[in-house]
């Protein structure tokens, strides 16, 4: 046997492995795709929760966010529950009503096949 017939396999064995432990992983993550209040909405009425949808279902237990108040006044909020028509949807009520000013929302979900994303945005409420 030649060492051209041996040699071929062998590299072509060496590109597929490259080529397989190289390629990107398809990993999927929940992204915010929609919130209420929305982003850099101005709100005439106080809402009453925050309701964040993702594009795939999260762990509300690993999940959380930090509502705070005209930069740095933290605003209690209570706990998170999921949608249950819509695992992909978490809703935090608060625990006192909204008062006129300037809101940014941070929050980190674990999305069920467990990645984490997290995010953060404004409103306002007049």
């Given at each position: 046997?030649s060492?051209?017939?041996?040699v071929?396999?062998?590299?072509a064995?060496?590109l597929f492995a490259?080529a397989?432990l190289c390629?990107?992983?398809?990993?999927?993550?929940?992204?915010?795709?929609t919130?209420?209040?929305?982003?850099?909405?101005t709100?005439t009425?106080a809402?009453?929760?925050?309701?964040?949808?993702f594009?795939?279902?999260v762990?509300?237990?690993?999940s959380?966010?930090t509502?705070?108040?005209?930069?740095?006044?933290?605003v209690?909020?209570?706990a998170?529950?999921?949608d249950p028509?819509?695992?992909a949807q978490?809703?935090v009520?608060f625990?006192?009503?909204?008062?006129?000013?300037?809101?940014q929302?941070?929050?980190?979900v674990?999305?069920?096949?467990?990645h984490k994303t997290q995010?953060?945005?404004?409103f306002s409420?007049k």
């Amino acid at each position: 046997m030649s060492m051209q017939r041996i040699v071929a396999p062998v590299y072509a064995l060496a590109l597929f492995a490259g080529a397989v432990l190289c390629a990107p992983r398809a990993e999927a993550h929940a992204h915010l795709k929609t919130q209420y209040p929305a982003a850099n909405a101005t709100m005439t009425d106080a809402p009453q929760a925050l309701t964040l949808t993702f594009t795939e279902a999260v762990e509300p237990t690993f999940s959380g966010l930090t509502l705070t108040r005209n930069g740095n006044q933290q605003v209690p909020t209570g706990a998170i529950k999921t949608d249950p028509a819509n695992a992909a949807q978490i809703i935090v009520p608060f625990t006192q009503p909204l008062t006129a000013g300037e809101y940014q929302v941070a929050w980190h979900v674990v999305s069920v096949d467990g990645h984490k994303t997290q995010g953060s945005y404004t409103f306002s409420v007049k």
